[in-house]
Structure formats: C-alpha cells, structure tokens
C-alpha cells in the first residue's frame, strides 16, 4: 500500500469522523470548527503628507444618488448602464463617496467641507463625520477653520445640529459671498430648494459672526489658495494646497462620478445651478490637473478620492493612488 493511499484514506477517514462527531458523541470545540462574522470595519480615515502639511481624509459616508439618468445628463440610459457595467458597477444606482479633509499645516487644522449632518434626504448612511473625526483623534474643538467648497447640503450640513448648535466652537467658516448669500436667501424657502435652503440656513447662520469670504486667487489659510470655479453653484471653488514643492489640488464637485463626469466630461449634472457653465469649469479644471500632473482629491469619488487624472482623447481617465498604510522608505 502506498503513502499516497495512506494520506487519502487517513483523510477521508478524519473528514467523516468529523461529520459524524456529534452522533458519535465527538464534540468539537465552536472556536476550532468556525469563526464568528466580523461585523465592523476599519476605521473610516486615511492619511498621507502634501509636503510638510499632513492631510487626513474622513468620511461623512456614502451617498446614493438613485437611477443613474435621473442626474446624469446628454448620455442615453443605455450609455450610462453601458459605462458602468464596463466598470463592475451598479447600473441601477449611482453610489457616491463623501470625502472631508483635514488638512493639518502645522499651526492650523483646517477642515475642507462637512458632509450632510442631521440631514437625511439621500438615506441613513450619511452624517458620520463627527464619529469619522473621533476616530482619526480629531477633536471639533481642535479645528480651526472649516473651508466650504459651496454651499449645498453635503457639503455644509455637518456643522451645526438641528436646534442650531455649532459642531465647531472655535472654528472661522470661509464660503463665497455669494454662495452664503444664495443659499440662506429666506425668499427662497417656497420654492424647489426648500430643503436646501432649509439646511443651509440651520448650519451656516450659528457662524454668521465667524464667517469669512472666500475670494478668487486668494489664500483662504497660508498654503490653501481658493479659485472660484463656478457653475456646479455660483460660488462654487476649488482649492490648491502647495507645502515645499508638493500640490494637492481639492477639486469638491467639479466631477461627481470617477467614469460617467470624468470620461465623459461634458455630460451634466442635474444639482448644478448652470449647467453649461459647471463644464466649462470642469474642463478647465481637469485640464490644470492632467496637464501640471498635480494630485487631487475628489469629494465624492471612491474612498479616499485621492488620485490622477490623465488626458484621454475624449476626455479623462481618473487614476487612484493606492493607500500607503506602511510607509515605504525610499531607496538609497
């Protein structure tokens, strides 16, 4: 008789013992037989450097946009389920990523946009931001600034609760003048953008003695340039952080989607106040970042948003750059 033999029957032997233990009176212990099912993740933030600044990204959690046409537009229906099927992603549903930064320079710990807060108008799995910063060691006391991209609900909806308490005590808020002046215009509040209005006014108008204008060309902090890049509203910015020779671009909502906005750069988007204008800024935008090679770091892209864009014939590709969550040396 073979070894071989030996080794299966042996096998088939010990592997129906095991099936029949509990019959046979063999009892097994639960640790050696299964293990429980996790049900928690890895804590929601990432951090890398942009020079000498230490950038933490944190997540206010994903936000589902519902049936891709319905916000999309200038791609058929058969288009857009086409460019995400081709993608291994859901053609019924556009699921997009909050992706708040905290930017710390060193002697200021700036926070880049808030996520929805209490408000849940796209579904309960957003309003994490307070939970994501306490996982990073984040105090909101700690924050100094908080830098608004715009003023729609998921962006400016994490900083106060709904009785109009500040998040942030000790935080200057920075907004274009006229996107605060848009979205807390009271005269607003019968029309189609209520629930925006609504929000806007619960979370900016607690800072109304601590806010700040955002003005194009302008440092916002040292180091944290703002360009007005109006369209997706009419305040709309973008922010370019610059710490010793490295960038990082903060593009907020120039593109929503990393394949149907950003492949297809000239299709719109139905939250944008003007459409034709938001890709307008979009192709400028895109084409700072692709041309100079300058990393960004995209609001709603996949988590933690943080990439490249490249020049495609029709348009963009976005790169992602993988976490680092060792810190590999360089080479000597």
């Known amino acids: 008789m073979s070894h071989a033999t030996i080794s299966r029957r042996t096998a088939l032997i010990g592997s129906t013992a095991i099936g029949l233990g509990t019959a046979a009176g063999i009892r097994i212990p639960a640790s050696e037989a299964r293990a429980p099912i ?62 708040a930064l905290v930017l710390n320079t060193g002697n200021k710990l700036v926070l880049f946009d808030t996520g929805m807060g209490t408000a849940k108008a796209f579904g309960p799995t957003t309003g994490r931001l307070l939970k994501r910063l306490e996982e990073g060691k984040i105090p909101p006391a700690a924050i100094d600034d908080i830098i608004c991209s715009h003023g729609h609900i998921d962006h400016i909806g994490g900083l106060a609760d709904d009785k109009g308490k500040r998040y942030f005590p000790n935080a200057t808020v920075w907004i274009t003048k006229a996107d605060y002046d848009f979205w807390t215009d009271e005269s607003k509040l019968s029309g189609d953008l209520k629930l925006f209005i609504q929000h806007a006014r619960q979370n900016l108008l607690p800072y109304k003695d ?20 109006p369209g997706h509203t009419v305040g709309h910015s973008i922010f370019i952080i610059k710490s010793g020779d490295k960038t990082l671009a903060v593009t907020a909502d120039t593109t929503h989607h990393q394949i149907i906005l950003t ?30 090679k300058i990393p960004l770091l995209a609001y709603h892209f996949p988590w933690p948003g943080y990439g490249y864009l490249g020049k495609q014939p029709d348009g963009y590709r976005y790169y992602p750059t993988p976490m680092e969550i060792v810190t590999i040396p360089p080479k000597s």
Not at 62 to 76: C, F, V, W
Not at 210 to 229: H, L, M, Y
Not at 264 to 287: C, G, H, I, N, W
């Open 210 to 229: 601590r806010i700040k204008w955002i003005e194009d060309g302008k440092d916002v902090v040292p180091g944290v340039q703002a360009i007005v890049s």
């Open 38 to 99: 996790a049900k928690d993740q890895a804590p929601y933030f990432y951090r890398f450097m942009v020079g000498q600044f230490q950038a933490t990204v944190v997540s206010d959690g994903p936000l589902p946009l519902g049936e891709p046409s319905a916000t999309m537009k200038g791609q058929t229906k058969e288009e857009l389920a086409k460019a995400l099927a081709d993608n291994f992603l859901p053609t019924d549903q556009l699921i997009l990523e909050q992706n």
């Open 263 to 292: 492949e297809k750069p000239r299709t719109e988007f139905s939250y944008d106040t003007d459409p034709k204008q938001a890709v307008a800024s979009r192709l400028r935008v895109f084409d700072m970042v692709a041309s100079q």
